[in-house]
């Protein structure tokens, strides 16, 4: 296998909100000798909330990402399951109907870019299990996480709708029972803690609008990651980070009892079971304080 | 000839059994069985009933995926149980399969549940054609291809509740009308014979409105017709704006937001999004922003990385916009 190299979205969290995502995606990028070319040039996604108030600019503006990974000829490799959903469903859409994929690219023509449908895109979650192997990953590990219980919290936007989803990635995944995540810990040697809200929803995106209901669902994973024995929490979504790791106080009023969990990106947990130090993985800017490293 | 190896597994059942008169709490009792490869969720059923216990119930009716009486869960997952194969749950799930009613709260014995909220918030989106009908027409009242087009496939909708009783919003929320009646409110908005005029606004009204979907897909997952509620959910905001009804609210801030945001920086502003959506409202997140702010978690505006070739996202916001707010 030569050396895996992808064009990198990163995705607006990781460069404001989440920096301790961008951070140990580079550390563990590196420690696997994946290169990642960072599309600079790219817009935010849309989050799934422009396409509510314009779909036809929100199309524009994925294709016009996945237009710069084109470019290089490279797979784009998301680091948000939001990121993933918006760009995997434009690519969807636009290779599935010619008509609307001449009427996006009549609009790129206008700044000298095209949508050819050429690249693929996938998580890099799936990057890692399709492409680089967790058998590979198991051979480098160096502190096994063996002592600890890890509850998998999988994120909407990587599992659901399965259709487009499985369309992105080799590794079939079912959305009522997936395994990726899970299979990740165990190669960390971690212990998985199995839990009805693995693959629920975390409510980040009615935040503003439905503060209670999104309180709720974030009390109620993180309730069921503590139930199941949990010491923390992993994701590979920077949104559903967010909603764990900061709004714990909300959910703790939202389900009438104290949830706190540490939850950690899936880069993290990887660089701390591959030997990254510490401070390369960020967890300083934790709200909820990491206190097992 | 060729002859078909029918396939048995042992399959353990834990059912969920509650009897509303009688019991104070459910209970689960197990089942276990010889399932072969060719039976679907409902010759479960009908052989709990048959072989062991006559009292265990739920509704059944067509056994062709059409009539909606006998939605499910198996191992939480919304099944319609005349369609859904047992080689299909083994082989997602393995032998040990959960058999529970659409919703444990709404149970009134068994499978059997009270979907009066269903029907309740079905019936409010005016379900149905409204308009004036010409008793004496001179011509045929022609609909296109692509006008018929236009209802996405919401009109096969069987009203099973899958969808309704899959979303996260609707188990916690009393007030949200849920994935099935929107996607029922669509179908009858996208249809061009339809002349109501108030059933977006009533929809854009009605409990939490519709801007509470927490974007999920669950309801896209579990609907056995395929429908995907949710892109209807999404077409009904599209609607909202494009026929000026959408009221200036925090959810519908938000979505043009993003718009501000794009054209101003390329990336997402993400502290000036939450600023222009909330308005005063930004008050009752102070306390997280200064916890994320003394982590690290919050860039100033002036500290945000630009995309490159800011221009060109700027030529395509003002050139492909399609609404306005």
């Known amino acids: 296998m030569g050396k895996l ?38 817009s935010c996604c849309g989050a799934s909330h422009l396409q509510d108030y314009d779909d036809f600019l929100s199309l524009v503006l994925n294709a016009r990402n996945i237009a710069y990974a084109e470019k290089h000829g490279l797979t784009m490799v998301t680091i948000c399951n939001t990121c993933q959903l918006n760009t995997a469903m434009t690519k969807h859409r636009l290779d599935n109907n010619a008509d609307l994929k001449a009427r996006v690219n009549e609009k790129l023509e206008e700044v000298g870019l095209v949508y050819a449908g050429t690249s693929k895109i996938t998580h890099f979650l799936y990057a890692i299990i399709d492409d680089f192997g967790l058998d590979k990953i198991k051979k480098m590990v160096v502190t096994p996480l063996s002592q600890f219980n890890i509850a998998p919290f999988y994120g909407c936007h990587n599992i659901r709708p399965s259709e487009l989803q499985n369309e992105t990635h080799d590794t079939p995944e079912n959305s009522y029972n997936p395994t990726s995540l899970d299979d990740l810990i165990i190669a960390c040697g971690g212990n998985t803690v199995d839990y009805e809200q693995k693959n629920k929803c975390c409510g980040f995106h009615a935040e503003l609008q439905a503060p209670k209901v999104a309180a709720t669902l974030t009390g109620n994973a993180i309730a069921g990651a503590m139930d199941g024995n949990a010491d923390w929490m992993v994701t590979p979504c920077p949104l559903c980070h967010l909603k764990l790791d900061t709004q714990t106080h909300h959910a703790s009023v939202a389900v009438g009892r104290e949830v706190s969990l540490p939850v950690l990106h899936m880069q993290q947990m990887i660089g701390l079971a591959l030997g990254c130090p510490p401070e390369t993985l960020g967890m300083k800017h934790h709200v909820t304080k990491v206190d097992f490293v | 000839m060729s002859t078909t190896t029918i396939n048995t597994q042992k399959v353990n059942f834990n059912v969920f059994r509650f009897n509303a008169d009688e019991d104070y709490l459910p209970y689960y009792e197990n089942y276990s069985m010889d399932v072969t490869s060719e039976e679907v969720v409902l010759d479960i059923l009908n052989r709990i009933k048959w072989d062991h216990d006559g009292s265990f119930s739920y509704r059944r009716s067509c056994r062709h995926g059409i009539c909606g009486t006998c939605a499910i869960k ?135 409105g519709v801007w509470d979907c927490v974007k999920c897909f669950e309801c896209a997952e579990a609907c056995p017709k395929e429908i995907n509620p949710i892109e209807k959910i999404g077409k009904l905001h599209n609607m909202l704006f494009q026929s000026g009804q959408a009221n200036s609210n925090v959810a519908t801030r938000h979505a043009v937001g993003f718009e501000k945001s794009i054209k101003r920086n390329g990336v997402l502003d993400e502290g000036g999004l939450v600023l222009y959506s909330e308005l005063a409202g930004i008050v009752k997140h102070v306390p997280v922003a200064l916890k994320m702010f003394s982590k690290g978690k919050i860039v100033p505006p002036w500290g945000i990385i630009k995309s490159d070739n800011l221009d060109e996202i700027q030529k395509l916001v003002k050139s492909s916009s399609t609404a306005k707010f």
């Open chain 1, 5 to 42: 190299k992808y064009a990198l979205f990163t995705g607006c969290t990781a460069k404001q909100s989440t920096p301790e995502q961008m951070m140990s995606t580079m550390a563990v990028a590196e420690k696997l000798d994946i290169e990642l070319v960072e599309l600079t040039e790219a």
């Open chain 2, 74 to 208: 198996v191992n939480g997952r919304v099944t319609l149980a005349c369609k859904e194969s047992m080689t299909d749950m083994i082989e997602i799930f393995g032998n040990e399969l959960t058999i529970e009613p659409l919703s444990k709260k709404r149970a009134i014995k068994d499978m059997i549940i009270d979907k009066a909220d269903f029907w309740e918030k079905h019936e409010a989106v005016t379900p149905y054609l409204d308009t004036e009908i010409d008793e004496n027409p001179t011509a045929e009242n022609l609909v296109t291809p692509a006008q018929a087009n236009a209802l996405d496939e919401a009109d096969l909708c069987i009203q099973c509740g899958a969808c309704h009783y899959a979303c996260p919003v609707v188990e916690i929320s009393d007030a949200f009308m849920g994935p099935a009646a929107f996607a029922a409110a669509y179908r009858f908005e996208a249809d061009v014979r339809d002349g109501n005029d108030s059933r977006l606004t009533d929809v854009n009204q009605m409990g939490s």
